[in-house]
């Protein structure tokens, strides 16, 4: 079987193209996210809100309103807990992040474990994008291009916020509203990503392609080149994996980045660990 | 109607929890005019700073900003700040051009794109504190005198009318800071209001028009000829008068 028809052959199914389609835009979502995450250390955060829409989004199927607003609701919700807990408390930030979202996580399994017709939630933990049904979609590629034309209209704002905060207020920017803009993207994101790899392994969309980037350049246009590259690249090649070893897909598309990273931690000219060698 | 003051405290009183920081402070300083802060380790200067830039609020006491509340001359971009000790991360994938071009984002759009007149001021920035040729180096890989000089930069390239400078020699070699020293004068009669603390007295007698002594309150303000005596720079530096290549006839 040649390299090529092994590529084309299954976009003969619907359902192939669909999941290629749906999967590299998360990729490139994902990337674009990952470079904020990674530079301004929301690592463990974006974790916590990715655990924490779990209760959001069973309760948005038993009232039968969009998965997307469940989500969104306990994602931001959690980390104004966070926020609220660690003002009242002299408690370290991750150590409520780590009690914030544990709790939600497993408010979440709860109402799993009491919510007939339970299959589907499945899916939320571990993804389901070879059999994702078209109003989802449709859904998920309506926010997946919002996300992207915000992150790209405030490039630059973004950027600043995380570099240097007191400049950005000094200049009259205000920095609060891009708090809460740049968490309501990541919690957007993570809806996102949800279809595609589930609850359990969003965090390493979020990460492993802005921690890529990072090691191969000082540039930070070009980070987001490449952490949206090793998105979409990764997410593509692991929905073709997936199909040819009937494996996880969200799995395979982790296991990609996880794959780019070790190769750029070997190769990178400068901050690999090669680089001496 | 006169001119509002470039910038006005009334009565300012600032404190950390329940320690008093500032007590009492009232200053008006106009523009056109290099303005000295001078005072111990402790006594005050960048919690003034903090203050004027609306970063700790007041517990008693108002600021303004050529008459305005400290927020909207910051949307306006007349106030420009060099902090004493920049808190950015170093490892951030940025060049030092593109800092300096930080500052040039209040006069761009909401896409925050550089135009051909933001590019030349990012240029002459840089070269009258001579990093030019550095421009590309990231952020961090500069030496801690040439990342002061790069934040300076960034200052100068916002192009404000107030320039809120704490410590901005400390660091720097005495060649670049002559010629700071030479940007500010010209600033200044450009009509533009300096703000800038240093412990390099004898630098600041020759310069400032006028200086600011400081511990907690303002012991002294006024023109440098007058204020700048030996029982001034007695009160504030804890009964020891510092040693100074005594001008004149004191
Ligand atoms: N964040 C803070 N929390 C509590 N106290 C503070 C804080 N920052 C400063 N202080 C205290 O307020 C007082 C004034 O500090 P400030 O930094 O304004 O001094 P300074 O004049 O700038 O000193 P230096 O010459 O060392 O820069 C000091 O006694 C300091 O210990
Ligand atoms: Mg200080």
New binding site residues.
Partial sequence: MGLIHGLTAPLQYEFMVKALVLSGLVGVVCGVLSCYLTLKGWALLGDAVAHSVTPGVVLAYVLHIPLAVGAFVFGVGSVLIIGWIQSQTRLKEDTVIGLVFTGLFALGLVLISKTPSNVDFLHILFGNLLGIATPDMIQTVGIGCLTLVVVFVLKNDLLLFCFDPTHARSIGIDITRLYYILLTLVSLTIVVALQAVGIILVVAMLITPGATAYLLTDRFDRMLMLAMLCGLGAAVLGTYLSYYWDAATGGCIVLMQTLWFLLAMGLAPKYGVGRRV | MPHPMSVELENVTVT??E?V?LHGVNLSLKSGSIVGLL??????????FKTIMGFIRPRIGRVQIEGLPISVAQKRGLVAYLP?TEQVDWQFPVSVYDVVMMGRYGYMNVLRLPRPVDRRMVQESLQRVEMWALRNRPIGELSGGQKKRAFLARALAQQAKILLLD?PFNGVDVKTERAIIQLLMELRNLGQTILVSS?DLVSISTFCDQVIFINQTILAYGATAEVFTPENLTRTFGGILPPLPWRGDV
Avoid: D, P, R, V
Avoid at chain 2, 39 to 48: A, E, I, P
């Fill in positions: 950390y929890q320690k920081a005072g111990m380790n402790g006594s005050g200067k960048s919690t003034l004493q410590e412990h």
